[in-house]
T-cell receptor
């Protein structure tokens, strides 16, 4: 399967600072990338969908000014948690969808980034 | 997307076949069944997907009933590394659209030595 990487794998920051998480598709071009958040003992919740070269689409209840998403190239999307607070501490996971044609719709997930805000 | 129902947890002896059921009684004709698994503190791993026919790959087999209202994921020879949460997801097939994956609570599969 296709490989998706995330960086950093874990980050600890002080409250009020901003944190950027990178998601890269290593061996394919990703026209669409997705960002999820997972709290302990809960399932993944989709935060937003980003398409290369256009604005991200956010799920209901997700603040677009707090979670800035940039998808400037076909292999890189970034999620910036601005002015992070302890309640933003979570496991952030990205996924990437390959191709534009049918049959290439499988999403491949990154390993996740664990964010702890003190 | 259609909702799925899975057992909360299951155990399976190492070396035996693990059969994970999933109900998706409201599935529509153009929705696929996808299976992912998530090992603790990692991102989900794609396993397999299908539309109508049974599918097999190097990881698992997917058996979909004729009416498509349920499916079973089969891990033929479970190992300790197969311990994970397994998610069954039904997803609309659309080209160029935003193909969201809606994760339920999944089945926590524990492989017993």
């Amino acid at each position: 399967g296709a490989v998706v990487s995330q960086h950093p794998s874990r980050v600890i920051c002080k409250s009020g600072t901003s944190v950027k998480i990178e998601c890269r598709s290593l061996d394919f071009q990703a026209t669409t990338m997705f960002w999820y958040r997972q709290f302990p003992k809960q399932s993944l919740m989709l935060m937003a969908t980003s398409n290369e070269g256009s604005k991200a689409t956010y799920e209901q209840g997700v603040e677009k000014d707090k979670f800035l998403i940039n998808h400037a190239s076909l292999t890189l999307s970034t999620l910036t948690v601005t002015s992070a607070h302890p309640e933003d501490s979570s496991f952030y996971i990205c996924s990437a969808r390959a191709g534009r044609t049918s049959g290439e719709e499988t999403q491949y997930f990154g390993p996740g980034t664990r964010l702890l805000v003190l | 997307d259609a909702k799925t129902t899975q057992p909360t947890s299951m155990d399976c002896a190492e070396g035996r076949a693990a059969n994970l059921p999933c109900n998706h009684s409201t599935i529509s004709g153009n929705e696929y069944v996808y299976w992912y698994r998530q090992i603790h503190s990692q991102g989900p791993q794609y396993i397999i997907h299908g539309l109508k026919n049974n599918e097999t790959n190097e990881m698992a087999s997917l058996i979909i009933t004729e009416d498509r209202k349920s499916s079973t994921l089969i891990l033929p020879h479970a190992t300790l590394r197969d311990t994970a949460v397994y998610y069954c997801i039904v997803r609309l097939r659309r080209n160029f659209g935003n193909e969201k994956l809606t994760f339920g609570t999944g089945t926590r599969l524990t492989i017993i030595p």
